[in-house]
């Protein structure tokens, strides 16, 4: 009898583990297929859903605030004042040391004014490296920085481009407080994005706006062929000149830099250079001082007839004219690489070392030839004043 229960108990036990064995493979075997329909859900959705699911999260989790986005950032935005003393322009008429010794004017007195100018900028970097503009501080004798803490310091201009409007300047400060870093690269049209600056030197002030357009160049006279702005119309205003564009995820993909407005204020229209440049910039001025951009010193227009840019004009004793190159020539080719636009050819230039000598390939009525030319340092361009 006592046999008859063991062989009972046994099998009951048997029965029941093998039902427990069939559960767990049944458990495991759709938990296997929910991961791969997880899998392929997320390989064949589209990103734009995804980043709005994302975004849609975010906004939630945070209230729809942006100040987590403001207090990771805005500690590293500081304001910026430059002073600059300039001579008073005398006229003529009291040029003249008759009429001096009659109006008691010293003998080559010349009155001293002080013109001073705001601006934002960016803490970079635990060395206290600043990001501003270079319209900022350009010819100042003394430049001040005041932190959003409060905390006042002098500042030391490290280099600027006039090209990008972009300076560098420097604090000295004990673990001074920095700014996460973004992608500009990774953009997109409708983006939200927050603006932080000094406006009118009333103090560190956000604004939101979205991203209009990407790659903007200003239509000014003069201008250069690297402005590649981020377009906003998050209210920029003078005194944001400098400051920080950064995403809702405190990051900052922008520097703040001139607005199209005709009434002197914001009107929707507001321009910032892209972090990927502005770094790239703010790296080389450390390093040399100075951006290096070689320039050969010639003005070019594109042409459909051919293949190749037009040369309307050089410039006398630079190289293009030292190498023989007249306006009417087309250049076909430099270094053996084609040349098909304006943009294209200039971009080829500036990124030569100045000292390179480069082979130019012409065509010149129905002769090609082939003129060497010696690239030097292209001139620093000056800034309209702000």
Known sequence: MMLIK?????YLFSAMLFKFKKNIIFILQFSAYGLAAAFLFLLLTPDSLLKNVSLSSFLKSNNYSFNNAVESTAPAVVNVYATRLYQEKELSVFQNPSLQNLFGIPHGFKKIHQNSSIGSGVIMNKEGYILTNAHVVQDAQNIGVTLNSGIQLKAKLIGLDADTDLAVIRIKLKNPPKIPIGDSSKLKIGDIVLAIGNP??????????IISATGKKRKRRGISFFDDFIQTDADINQGHSGGALVNIFGEL???NSAIVSRSGGSEGIG????????LSIMNEIIKNGKVMRGWLGIEVEKITQTKGVLITATIRGDP??????????????????NTNSPEQIIAMITKLQPGTNIKIKILRGWEERELTALIVQRPAMRLPRY
């Not at 063991?6 to 046994?10: D, E, S």
């Not at 321009?271 to 502005?278: D, F, H, S, W």
């Open 271 to 278: 321009l910032a250079t892209p972090i990927n440049q502005a």
């Open 200 to 209: 009118y030197n009333f103090g560190q002030t956000v604004t939101q706006g």
């Open 320 to 337: 293009a004219d030292k190498a023989g190159i007249i306006p009417g020539d087309i250049v076909l080719s430099i270094n053996g690489e």
């Open 253 to 255: 993909i922008g520097i």
């Open 6 to 10: 063991k062989l009972a108990f046994l």
